[in-house]
């Protein structure tokens, strides 16, 4: 078992940045992959970014390539997203999730969810 916590998210105009953070306790290390999802208001979760355990592959959306940047620090059992060139489209509840295995782009594939952070951009 691993548990999961967000922290980071915040109100940011657009065109700003933050820096979500990941922590994960319990059975951690670098065994798990990780990736991080997005839950806008009467929207479906939907992918944003993720990274394998090593850290050496990294997936992201079209809509946040270039923008978004996922990361890791096996050493702490933390990753982050940095979210750059922010949008109010981006505003959402920011959540990530670890799997044991290869790092993938649908929620099906994650066995640990947080329980996510929330992100508002104003225009």
């Known amino acids: 078992q691993v548990q999961l916590v967000e922290s980071g998210g915040g109100l940011v105009q657009a065109g700003g940045s933050l820096r979500l953070s990941c922590a994960a306790s319990?059975?951690?290390?670098?065994?798990?992959?990780m990736g991080w999802f997005r839950q806008a208001p009467g929207k479906e979760r939907e992918f944003v970014a993720a990274?394998?355990?090593?850290?050496?592959?990294?997936y992201s959306a079209d809509s946040v390539k270039g923008r978004f940047t996922i990361s890791r620090a096996n050493a702490k059992n933390t990753v982050y997203l940095q979210m750059n060139s922010l949008k109010p489209e981006d505003t959402a509840v920011y959540y990530c999730?670890?799997?044991?295995?290869?790092?993938?782009?649908?929620?099906?594939?994650?066995?640990?969810w947080g329980q996510g952070t929330q992100v508002t951009v104003s225009s």
């Open positions: 319990g059975r951690t290390g670098s065994t798990y992959a």
């Open positions: 990274i394998s355990r090593s850290g050496g592959v990294t």
């Open positions: 999730a670890a799997v044991d295995g290869a790092a993938v782009g649908v929620e099906a594939g994650y066995d640990y």
